[in-house]
């Protein structure tokens, strides 16, 4: 069954807040979303930065005390 008056002119000018609402919840979403996925992937790399393993001379001189 329809509606028995259906006036879609004045349904759209009565909802027309509401969806900008929703509208902009939407781009608010969206943008939000890519500044944490920005966020995210711009540390991508700081876990590829490590020091170059200690020789045996300088553990030894941790171990004795002798080092800077």
């Known amino acids: 069954m329809s509606a028995p008056d259906t006036n879609v002119e004045r349904q759209k000018n009565k909802h027309k807040p509401s969806l900008l609402g929703i509208g902009a919840v939407v781009v608010f979403a969206l943008i939000a979303l890519g500044?944490?996925?920005l966020m995210v992937f711009d540390r991508g790399g700081e876990?590829?930065?490590?020091?170059?393993?200690?020789s045996a001379e300088e553990v030894?001189?941790?171990?004795?005390?002798?080092a800077d």
């Open 35 to 37: 500044l944490f996925l």
């Open 60 to 66: 030894q001189a941790v171990i004795d005390g002798t």
């Open 47 to 54: 876990q590829d930065k490590v020091e170059a393993p200690a």
